[in-house]
């Protein structure tokens, strides 16, 4: 088997610290995912970069390995029109929503 499950119910950080250690968003074996050489270099994470942004369907989260965020916003429409910002100057993922009608209503608009 290709994908090794911890045994702690966190994935968000096994995720950030398997991105981040293996330098690569596709850290499987050739057998798993066959690579295509030519491109390969466009999947590397050296020199790491302070902010990789997974953005798949899984719940959110925000995970920091190695002084390197890994963030995944979720899905925007499911998590209630929910997404993150990114400070670069100071390093900081802060989560954000949209306003429903309601709570424009609230407000006078």
């Known amino acids: 088997?290709?994908?090794?499950?911890?045994?702690t119910s966190n994935i968000a950080e096994h995720?950030?610290?398997?991105?981040?250690?293996?330098?690569?968003?596709?850290?499987?074996?050739?057998?798993?995912?066959?690579?295509?050489?030519?491109?390969?270099r466009s999947l590397s994470l050296y020199p790491l970069p302070d902010l990789v942004v997974v953005a798949d369907k899984f719940e959110p989260f925000s995970s920091q390995n190695l002084e390197c965020q890994v963030i995944n916003p979720g899905s925007f429409k499911r998590q209630d029109f929910q997404f993150h910002t990114y400070v670069?100057?100071?390093?900081?993922?802060?989560?954000?929503?949209?306003?429903?009608?309601?709570?424009?209503?609230?407000?006078g608009y």
């Open 1 to 7: 088997n290709a994908v090794y499950f911890p045994q």
């Open 15 to 40: 995720v950030a610290r398997t991105l981040t250690c293996q330098g690569h968003l596709a850290p499987l074996p050739l057998h798993t995912a066959p690579v295509y050489w030519d491109f390969d």
């Open 88 to 107: 670069p100057s100071t390093r900081v993922v802060e989560e954000s929503q949209v306003p429903g009608e309601m709570d424009i209503m609230d407000y």
